[in-house]
T-cell receptor, first 114, second 114 residues
């Protein structure tokens, strides 16, 4: 298996633009997690899904952020409009079952908002 | 609510020396405990986890950790480190109940010197 796939790996955009980050889960995994990593705030959980259903989105910073799972193997994280403070590395991770199972992380998307 | 404190932001150590990375947690409910490692420009990968049973847990790459309930600690140890162990290490907790939600500490950078 190729592991969790994220695209793009790097994104540079200007303030006010829409940004869409993409994630493909490992086949057969049922849980999907979106994280954001910055020097100041460390690694933060933004939202997670079980069986395509959002379970906890309390980490989503504000209404500018939205996440979807249109099917069992794919997810998007959208920021509209983007701001410089959104600059970070965004990771998605998947696991077979939430809770005790290992989360497999993708390589991350480094987002820079100018 | 849960929180994780990694007491050292950076730990420099010479090759072949032993190392301990400290982790303390706070939680009003039972938790599962994890250590993840992040190599430069990569996503996180699981080193080891404690779910129940023996308090000494062995993981990959020669690492082990001991769960101490009375001290609410889960320190990571390795008897002899290699240059290739240079990375950032994250302690994390997850409330029991199969929610899948991981709360990470701020991370400890292990710098192994020749």
């Amino acid at each position: 298996d190729a592991g969790v796939i994220q695209s793009p790996r790097h994104e540079v955009t200007e303030m006010g633009q829409e940004v869409t980050l993409r994630c493909k889960l490992i086949s057969g995994h049922n849980s999907l997690f979106w994280y954001r990593q910055t020097m100041m705030r460390g690694l933060e959980l933004l939202i997670y899904f079980n069986n395509n259903v959002p379970i906890d989105d309390s980490g989503m910073p504000e209404d500018r952020f939205s996440a979807k799972m249109p099917n069992a193997s794919f997810s998007t994280l959208k920021i509209q409009p983007s701001e410089p403070r959104d600059s970070a590395v965004y990771f998605c991770a998947s696991s077979l079952v939430g809770g005790t199972d290992e989360q497999f992380f993708g390589p991350g998307t480094r987002l820079t908002v100018l | 609510a849960q929180s994780v404190t990694q007491l050292d932001s950076q730990v420099p150590v010479f090759e072949e020396a032993p190392v301990e990375l400290r982790c303390n947690y706070s939680s009003s409910v039972s938790v599962y405990l994890f250590w993840y490692v992040q190599y430069p420009n990569q996503g996180l990968q699981l080193l080891l986890k404690y779910l129940s049973g023996s308090t000494l847990v062995k993981g990959i790459n020669g690492f082990e950790a001991e769960f101490n309930k009375s001290q609410t600690s889960f320190h990571l140890r390795k008897p002899s480190v290699h240059i290739s162990d240079t990375a950032e290490y994250f302690c994390a907790v997850s409330p029991t109940g199969n929610t899948g939600k991981l709360i990470f500490g701020q991370g400890t950078t292990l710098q192994v010197k020749p």
